[in-house]
C-alpha cells in the first residue's frame, strides 16, 4: 500500500530529439523487428501447413482414390495393349475400329462391349 502512494502517473506530451538521433533510433527499432518477423512467418507456416493437412486429409477421407486396374474387365488386366487401346478409344465403334485393325478378334470385342455396353 506504501507502494500505491508514491506512484504518480506521467503523460508524455513531446520529445525533443534531433533528427539523426530519431533516424538512428527508427533504424535500430525496424532492424529489431526482423527477428519478429521471422518468427511469425514460421507460426503462420506452421498453421498453414497443418490446416491444409487436414483439409486434404479429410478430402481423400470423403473420397477415397480406387486404382485403376480394379475398374478394367479381367481380361484388360492381363493384356496391357487391349487396356492402353481401351483407354484412348472414344466410343464403341472406335474400340470396335482398333480390334478390327490390329487383327485382334472377338476377345478385343468383347472387351469394347464391357467398356461401352451402352452401344
Known sequence: MGEDSRRQDVVVTD?????????VFMVKWAIASIPAALILFVVGFVCWTFLWGVLLGAMHAVTPVTPVSTT???????????????????????????CESQGRGDECLQTCAQLYPQH
Open 72 to 98: 478394367l474387365p479381367p481380361t484388360q488386366a492381363t493384356r496391357p495393349a487391349a487396356a492402353y487401346d481401351a483407354m484412348v478409344t472414344r466410343d464403341y465403334s472406335d474400340c470396335k475400329h482398333v
Open 15 to 23: 520529445v525533443h530529439m534531433p533528427f539523426g538521433s530519431m533516424v
